[in-house]
């Protein structure tokens, strides 16, 4: 059964060895305004934008790590679909990666010490 499949029948839940991660997953808009901001602070802070060779992501913010468990999928079932907030606490920066850190605005065990967004890295 397909994700969006349960989503819409609700039936049973996903089966987990289907799922390589559990994540946050920002909608066009979100990933859009995220890169836009991000290359604004770069020119802003930096004098420059993100590298023409880098990759931009701004795509997730993963809750649970490669190879989520069937009791991963019943803990988070609940959020399934539901739309989170993520409020940019953060920003870091190195030769190869930046990133947003961020806070959702709802209360789950979330299996990074560090809950962030990739924006962009180096290939």
């Avoid at 930096?46 to 990759?55: C, F, L």
């Avoid at 997730?60 to 989520?68: A, E, F, G, L, Y």
């Avoid at 953060?90 to 967004?117: M, Y």
């Amino acid at each position: 059964m397909n994700f969006k499949n349960w989503l819409e029948n609700m039936t049973q839940l996903p089966d987990a060895k289907n799922f390589s991660y559990l994540a946050c997953v920002l909608d066009e808009a979100s990933q859009d305004h995220l890169e836009s901001s991000a290359r604004k602070w770069l020119l802003g802070y930096m004098g420059h934008d993100i590298p023409a060779n880098w990759r931009i992501r701004c795509h997730h913010m993963t809750v649970k790590p490669p190879n989520p468990l069937e009791k991963d999928m019943v803990y988070y079932q609940n959020f399934f679909g539901q739309p989170i907030i993520l409020t940019v606490t953060g920003i870091a920066l190195d030769d190869s990666c930046i990133a947003v850190t961020v806070k959702p605005d709802k209360q789950f065990v979330i299996q990074s010490k560090k809950p962030h967004i990739t924006v962009a890295h180096s290939n």
